[in-house]
């Protein structure tokens, strides 16, 4: 996850933040594949969730706090970078998306990482 474009996607990511927002795991049953792959690259390690309800039980915190965020391609895929409110990078998310749903979610939180990534300026 290195290379950013701007351009005017499929906002389905910004809409499912809005909606995890405003109904929480509910969202995940309608969105999430039953199997999906969430995968988090902090400072600390890589953290790997497997399956909607996990995925979904973390995803109002996660949209939260994306709070700033702007859709963006990931290497040709759909995804949201945010930003913390002093416009220091947050995360990096890349969706993949099959038949309607999400089966993968691949997040970038460490800041080593986001540091050397060419990422857009905050909105």
Known sequence: MNQF???????????????????????GARVLDPEVKLTVDTADGVLVVLGATKVASGARLAATAAGRGRAV???????IVA????????????????????????????????????????A
């Open 83 to 122: 930003w913390h409110e002093n416009g220091a990078p947050l995360s990096v998310t890349a969706f993949t998306v099959d038949g309607g749903r999400i089966t993968g979610m691949a997040i970038v939180t460490d800041p080593a990482r986001l540091a050397s990534m060419a990422l857009p300026d905050p």
């Open 73 to 79: 391609l990931v290497d040709g895929r759909p995804g």
């Open 5 to 27: 474009e701007y351009a005017r996607v499929d906002t389905s990511g910004v809409d499912l933040l809005d909606e995890v927002r405003d109904r929480g795991a509910q969202v």
